[in-house]
């Protein structure tokens, strides 16, 4: 009689294809990980371009850009009621957020935007939303944050004067600002040289309001290239807690109070940098290593500086 063998894995040999299967995965994890933020980016990269080509929508239709913001904090009139109304809300007839825009419209000038129509306010537009950040689309006490902000320049964020002459210039050296009204012929060193919209990240900080669409009364809707692309220092708010920032030995920051400062740098969860929309329209990558001084002249519409190639 012939003996038969039961046929099948041994334990070592299990063992051993699960080790391989495991390394197998080890290789293609970082693979489809790159793929993904490759599409992600992608995405981001459209979303930019719809919202440089709604701004020049905007543009023909009004002849110029819309206000960064209406409301000047300090300088607001404490027995009116500042409007705080942000650009965003000025173009979403051009970003297909039309109805949105009907709604809110009687408001306009009679009371601030983050009391206006709730659901309104909360409603996330994912076209302002970069599919990398984690905390994308988030919804805060006033309503909607985003993750594209507006440039407002190279300098401070000085709220009480960024719509006057003072020692920061003729209002801020960017395209948003506090009652703005910059156009096209404005942007004497060429669109395609002079930034127009860059990325933030979202805090998962409830209070935080860095991105606030519907209470522009901080800046927190525009972003300043003072500081480098991903900086680690923090963004500031206009609060006493701001003397004790350890920019201010260097940056000979005005006191707080009435006329202080906020800033927001560009940041982004793209690897090695942040994507922008030009003046032109055009998007594109800024990588974190490019030199300050370069950073500055791009968000600068009108110093004359060559723009070299990074």
Not at 3 to 27: D, H, M, P
Not at 49 to 68: E, R, S, V
Not at 275 to 299: H, N, W, Y
């Amino acid at each position: 009689m012939q003996s038969s063998r039961l046929k099948g894995f041994t334990l070592v040999e299990l063992l051993v294809v699960i080790a391989i299967i495991g390394v197998l995965i080890a290789l293609l994890l970082p693979a489809v990980q790159q793929a993904r933020e490759a599409a992600r980016r992608i995405q981001c990269t459209n979303h930019l371009k719809q919202l440089g080509l709604a701004m020049h929508n905007y543009h023909d239709t009004f002849g110029n850009l819309p206000a960064g913001q209406f409301s000047q904090q300090q300088l607001d009139d404490p027995n009116g009621q500042p409007n705080r109304m942000t650009w965003y809300v000025s173009i979403l007839p051009f970003v297909e957020q039309k109805a949105m825009y009907d709604i809110v419209k009687p408001n306009m000038g009679t009371s601030p935007a983050n009391t206006w129509n709730e659901t309104v306010r909360k409603t996330v537009v994912e076209g302002f939303v970069c599919p990398s950040d984690p905390n994308g689309g988030k919804v805060g006490t006033d309503g909607f944050q985003g993750n594209y902000v507006g440039n407002s320049g190279h300098d401070i964020m000085v709220q009480a004067n960024a719509a006057t002459p003072s020692t920061h210039g003729e209002g801020m050296s960017g395209l948003f600002f506090v009652k703005s009204h910059i156009g096209l012929k404005d942007i004497t060193d060429g669109t395609s040289n002079t930034l127009m919209f860059g990325e933030i990240r979202q805090s998962p900080q409830a209070n935080c309001t860095i991105g606030n669409y519907w209470n522009g009364w901080g800046m927190e809707s525009m972003f300043s290239t003072l500081f480098w692309i991903n900086t680690p220092a923090p963004d500031f708010v206009p609060t006493g807690t701001v003397a004790d920032n350890p920019w201010r030995k260097t940056q000979e920051m005005p006191a707080a109070g009435p006329g202080s400062q906020t800033n927001y740098s560009l940041r982004s969860t793209h690897p090695g940098g942040v994507m922008v929309t030009r003046a032109d329209g055009s998007a594109s990558f800024l990588p974190e290593t490019i030199s300050s001084q370069l950073l500055k002249d791009l968000s600068n519409r009108g110093d004359g500086s060559v723009i070299t190639s990074f």
